[in-house]
C-alpha cells in the first residue's frame, strides 16, 4: 500500500522565481526539471529527503506551458499554491484499483507516464475531502536531470 508522501505539488505562474524562493529561502536544491507536454508543464523537483523505502521526498513546483492545461485553469481559479499531495507506493496498478473498489473516482483508466519516469495516477478530490491526489510509483532509479 502507499509508503510515503513522495511529493506536494505546487502550481506556481513563475517557475524560476518560485525555484529562487524555495532555493534561498529553505536551501532545497532542485534534483530535477523537466517540461511535461503530456500534462502541459514545465516542473522543478526539490528533494527534501532520502525515505526508509528507498524513495525521497520532493516539492514539485508546476508551471503551465499552455492555456488548456490543467495547472492552467487550476491557477486561473484558485491562484498560487497547493495544487495535490501524491503518495509513493509499490505498485500504482494495484493500490489505485483497490482504491478504486472503495468507491473512489480514479482518473486515469491505466496510470501514465510522470516525473522522473515514474507511473501516476490521480483520485478525484471531492473523494478525497477536496485534496486532489496522486498516486506515484518511482521509476527503478529516478534521475537526477537539470
Known amino acids: 500500500m502507499l509508503t510515503r508522501i513522495d511529493h506536494i505539488g505546487i502550481a ?17 536544491e532542485v534534483f530535477h526539471t523537466e517540461i511535461n507536454e503530456e ?7 526539490l528533494k527534501i529527503n532520502e525515505t526508509s523505502d528507498g524513495g525521497a521526498s520532493y516539492l514539485q513546483l508546476l508551471e503551465p ?3 488548456d492545461s490543467t495547472v492552467a ?3 486561473a481559479k484558485n491562484g498560487e499554491g497547493v495544487h495535490h499531495i501524491a ?4 505498485d500504482v496498478d494495484a493500490d489505485s484499483a483497490a482504491i478504486k473498489d472503495k468507491g473512489v473516482r480514479v482518473l486515469y483508466d491505466e496510470p501514465r507516464r ?3 519516469g515514474s507511473r501516476i495516477t490521480f483520485l478525484h478530490p471531492k473523494d478525497c475531502h477536496g485534496v486532489l491526489t496522486e498516486l506515484v510509483t518511482s521509476a527503478a532509479k529516478p534521475d537526477a536531470e537539470h
Open 87 to 90: 503518495f509513493g507506493t509499490a
Open 12 to 28: 506556481c505562474h513563475d517557475l524560476d522565481a518560485t525555484v529562487a524562493f524555495y532555493t534561498t529561502t529553505y536551501g532545497f
Open 73 to 75: 485553469k487550476w491557477l
Open 39 to 45: 500534462q502541459g508543464v514545465r516542473e522543478a523537483m
Open 65 to 67: 506551458i499552455r492555456d
Open 114 to 116: 510522470g516525473s522522473m
